[in-house]
């Protein structure tokens, strides 16, 4: 991260943890480390404002005992709907905003409908319910990613973690 701290002198640094979101109007190197969950960067260059969540779990109504208000973040449509409705009252137009998604990784669960996928399904109907386009993604597959967004100029850096499974070599018995 050092090498993008020194292209980006002026930014500050902030980490995201699970359940929490940002919206800044100044130059900021955002990043968080993805499992199963997802994070979607807005990026509206008009209004200099970026935006980032952290997500766990899908959608809020899944879950009866836990209140969205209490932890917007927590969940994927709650986290899209806190922040875009925070554009708006900015006053952002929906077309002047890019919008990315990462995350989604099933390490830990092999079964079809893991909660990575569901994340990930969610995101991209959620931001097509608002009419919100996906400029960029990256998604799905084994492994954890780690992903810094500069929220000056909208780039995302995305490293893939190796989650210490060794891949079987094909040439192996």
């Known amino acids: 991260m050092q090498g993008l701290l020194d292209r980006f002198p002026d930014h500050k640094i902030a980490f995201l943890n699970v359940a929490q979101g940002i919206l800044v109007d100044c130059p900021t190197m955002a990043h968080t480390v993805l499992g199963s969950c997802v994070s979607v960067t807005f990026f509206a260059p008009r209004h200099g404002l970026g935006a980032i969540f952290h997500a766990l779990l899908p959608r809020a109504g899944e879950y009866r005992l836990h209140d969205p208000v209490d932890s917007p973040y927590k969940f994927v449509d709650t986290a899209i709907n806190v922040l875009v409705s925070r554009f708006i009252r900015r006053g952002v137009k929906l077309s002047h905003i890019e919008c ?7 390490a830990l669960f092999a079964e079809e409908m893991s909660v990575g996928r569901r994340n990930v399904e969610t995101a991209f109907a959620t931001l097509s319910d608002l009419g919100l386009r996906v400029a960029a993604s990256n998604v799905g597959g084994e492994a954890g990613r780690k992903i810094v967004f500069s929220t000056s100029t909208g780039e995302i850096f995305v490293r893939m973690l190796n989650n210490g499974v060794k891949k079987k070599n094909p040439q192996d018995p």
């Open 100 to 106: 990315k998604v990462f995350g989604g990784a099933s």
